[in-house]
């Protein structure tokens, strides 16, 4: 057992249905896999970029990452429009602000 019980309420009730060592990895996949997603959503492809930020959306939204996962949302939302706004400088630095205001805490509960 963690010596810091789960920083969210989300992460609360996957621990009460999972366990907690489960909801451990979960946390370390999510803090590995959310900064290699985030360096794929400078380039490529906007259909790739779009299921990107999809797919970090509901990650951010299982961790209990509120701000995180509308911004990601929001951006889902743009990409989804074939000429609607790409990802700016200004979303990548906000994306990467919330990250790590996220990110502490949930380091804190898997001893990172």
Same mark, same amino acid.
């Given at each position: 057992?963690?010596?810091?019980?789960?920083?969210?309420?989300?992460?609360?009730?996957?621990?009460?249905?999972?366990?907690?060592?489960?909801?451990? @990895?979960?946390?370390?996949?999510?803090?590995?896999?959310? =900064?290699? !997603?985030?360096?794929?959503?400078?380039?490529?492809?906007?259909?790739? /970029?779009?299921?990107?930020?999809?797919?970090?959306?509901?990650?951010?939204?299982?961790?209990?990452?509120?701000?995180? !996962?509308? /911004?990601?949302?929001?951006?889902?939302?743009?990409?989804?429009? #074939?000429?609607?706004?790409?990802? @700016? =400088?200004?979303?990548? @630095?906000?994306?990467?602000? #919330?990250?790590?205001?996220?990110?502490?805490?949930? /380091?804190?509960?898997?001893?990172?």
């Amino acid at each position: 057992m963690s010596q810091c019980p789960p920083p969210t309420p989300e992460l609360t009730e996957l621990a009460a249905v999972l366990g907690e060592e489960n909801v451990q @990895t979960l946390v370390r996949t999510f803090l590995r896999d959310f =900064p290699i !997603s985030f360096q794929e959503l400078g380039g490529g492809e906007r259909k790739n /970029r779009h299921r990107l930020a999809h797919s970090m959306k509901s990650n951010a939204r299982l961790m209990g990452a509120h701000a995180l !996962s509308q /911004r990601m949302a929001e951006l889902e939302n743009r990409l989804s429009v #074939e000429n609607g706004q790409d990802v @700016t =400088p200004q979303d990548l @630095t906000a994306i990467g602000q #919330e990250f790590e205001a996220v990110a502490g805490p949930l /380091r804190i509960f898997v001893g990172q």
